[in-house]
């Protein structure tokens, strides 16, 4: 790990509100020999123009939470390492614990709301809405990424999203499905969470076999397959800044009965709501049959093991395979119990 130099500034604002600024320089190397070296790493979905605005809120300050912090913003950094310009802003009820080191400038922002632990509760979750509209507002940035502050997402998810958003653009407008202005339909290409068993297993924590069917359905777009589940919800999501502006305006103008940008929305799964939730009735979530292993994305702390028996990764995309017409169930291996918690 390379060594860094650290700038906290701070500001004291109204309500109980503290910004600390981190922002890290870079080393003495020539400015055209570091611009040479990122423009060649960068890979090829992403164009050398495209800015991200990645953010999440961080609930408590025990030390498995921020070792997740840790671990979130190391892979922003070896994004930014490898010529992606990504911006991350944090929100904070306790003060950082943790110190990642950072090399090529990653700039994270933290925002402390102390108040958040008696006031705002799981509506805490939202906060980055705000960052969000200021820098749409702006225009600042390509991509939106919001994530919870338990999720490890890697450059190898943002750029197999970026292909898919990419792909499936052009042919959602070529069907008059979708056009970036008037959006009345969009398949959202988005990741699955998995989380590791014991034995090293993936178990993907949000397809129980409790509960109804896990696979919607499974469709064709442009020759390729790609799974639709039944839960949409992720963890997080990343959008291109023209469809996110496409989505806020069909929220705007839907029957839901509280804004976008509400202070506190008035509705059951609040946290997953903020995480992606309120776009479900405007996309179409989906998941690239021939890809899927770029969007498997590790749930840290594997804590739906311990509650509920979940498929592997494998026996998942292997069913979707033999999609026909109907939404598939799978069935709950031998020996196998529902609820783990209860045995």
């Avoid at 890697?154 to 970036?180: G, P």
């Avoid at 989906?286 to 890809?291: A, E, M, S, W």
Wanted: aromatic letters at 14%; proline letters at 5%.
């Amino acid at each position: 790990m390379r060594g860094f130099r650290l700038l906290l500034v701070t500001g004291l604002l109204s309500f109980g509100l503290l910004s600390v600024g981190l922002a890290v320089f870079r080393s003495a190397t020539a400015p055209g020999k570091i611009q040479r070296e990122e423009q060649a790493m960068r890979r090829k979905c992403f164009e050398p123009y495209d800015t991200i605005l990645a953010c999440f809120s961080s609930f408590g300050n025990d030390s498995l939470r921020t070792g997740f912090v840790d671990k979130i913003l190391n892979n922003f950094d070896i994004m930014r390492s490898k010529g992606l310009h990504v911006d991350v802003k944090i929100h904070v009820t306790h003060l950082p614990m943790f110190m990642p080191a950072f090399v090529s400038g990653l700039q994270v922002n933290y925002s402390l709301n102390k108040k958040a632990i008696q006031g705002l509760k799981y509506h805490f979750a939202g906060e980055c809405r705000y960052d969000f509209r200021k820098a749409l507002e702006a225009d600042a940035y390509a991509y939106y990424l919001l994530l919870e502050n338990d999720m490890e997402v890697t450059l190898e998810h943002l750029e197999a999203l970026c292909r898919e958003f990419k792909y499936v653009t052009k042919l959602n407008e070529e069907r008059n499905i979708v056009s970036r202005k008037n959006a009345t339909l969009f398949f959202r290409p988005g990741l699955v969470r998995f989380e590791h068993m014991p034995s090293g297993t993936r178990v993907l924590p949000d397809y129980p076999f409790c509960c109804n069917a896990q696979i919607n359905r499974v469709i064709e777009l442009g020759g390729r397959r790609f799974v639709v589940p039944k839960n949409p919800y992720e963890g997080l999501y990343f959008l291109p800044a023209y469809l996110f502006r496409v989505l806020l305006r069909k929220h705007s103008v839907s029957a839901t009965a509280f804004g976008f940008y509400d202070k506190k929305i008035q509705r059951k799964l609040i946290r997953e709501y903020h995480a992606g939730l309120w776009m479900e009735s405007f996309t179409t979530k989906i998941v690239p049959l021939d890809n899927y292993e770029t969007h498997l994305v590790h749930h840290l702390g594997d804590k739906y093991t311990k509650i509920w028996s979940t498929p592997t990764a494998e026996e998942y995309f292997k069913a979707a395979e033999r999609y026909t017409d109907a939404p598939i169930v799978l069935k709950v291996p031998p020996g196998a119990v529902l609820w783990i918690r209860d045995k």
